[in-house]
T-cell receptor, first 113, second 112 residues
Framework: NAGVTQTPKFQVLKTGQSMTLQCAQD?????MSWYRQDPGMGLRLIHY???????DQGEVPNGYNVSRSTTEDFPLRLLSAAPSQTSVYFC????????????FGPGTRLTVT | GENVEQHPSTLSVQEGDSAVIKCTYS??????FPWYKQELGKRPQLIID?????GEKKDQRIAVTLNKTAKHFSLHITETQPEDSAVYFC???????????FGRGTSLIVHP
């Protein structure tokens, strides 16, 4: 199993550009989440999904969209990038009932200039 | 929603000393408390967790304690080693949610 994978690893955007961060998992996990990590701020939840076709907002959803058409994939879309979205983004998956553990992807480091 | 406070933000110890990181949570319905370790440039990984029906759990040099009445829990690392240097995150979640709320992290530095 590859676990949770994310692409790209690094990305530089100009203000106003849009892009999609990709996340995939091959563990058949129902729950998937997106977090952003900023210095001194911990891991803040952006959006999450409890299954295909079901998504919900987390703590910091503004400026981001998600969709979940399959169990495996959970892309995060930046609609119009802003410097405040410069961060490291982590995708995570988990399976309720068996374990509460969050399995994180390797992260995407995004810089918006 | 849940709010998790974590202290200290930075902890510097000598190799062989013990380290303690403390967290408090706000939602009395929270019942699962994991700890994640994140080495520099890597992803967070679960190192130990505790559920609300247990007061303490140990795994070799690490232990976690939970005080439900006071709504706080702590991570204890004994005989610290340089490879313990990392950022540690506490988190809290409740059954049915499974999506944890994280603390802001503690940067642990172990000096050889």
């Amino acid at each position: 199993n590859a676990g949770v994978t994310q692409t790209p690893k690094f990305q530089v955007l100009k203000t106003g550009q849009s892009m999609t961060l990709q996340c995939a998992q091959d563990m058949n996990h129902e729950y998937m989440s997106w977090y952003r990590q900023d210095p001194g701020m911990g891991l803040r939840l952006i959006h999450y999904s409890v299954g295909a076709g079901i998504t919900d907002q987390g703590e910091v959803p503004n400026g981001y969209n998600v969709s979940r058409s399959t169990t495996e994939d959970f892309p995060l879309r930046l609609l119009s990038a802003a410097p405040s979205q410069t961060s490291v983004y982590f995708c995570a998956s988990s399976v309720p009932g068996r374990s509460y553990e969050q399995y994180f992807g390797p992260g995407t480091r995004l810089t918006v200039t | 929603g849940e709010n998790v406070e974590q202290h200290p933000s930075t902890l510097s110890v000598q190799e062989g000393d013990s380290a303690v990181i403390k967290c408090t949570y706000s939602d009395s319905a929270s019942n699962y408390f994991p700890w994640y370790k994140q080495e520099l440039g890597k992803r967070p990984q679960l190192i130990i967790d505790i559920r609300s029906n247990v007061g303490e759990k140990k795994d070799q040099r690490i232990a976690v304690t939970l005080n439900k009445t006071a709504k706080h829990f702590s991570l204890h690392i004994t005989e610290t080693q340089p490879e313990d240097s990392a950022v540690y995150f506490c988190a809290a979640s409740k059954g049915g949610s499974y999506i944890p709320t994280f603390g802001r992290g503690t940067s642990l530095i172990v000096h050889p």
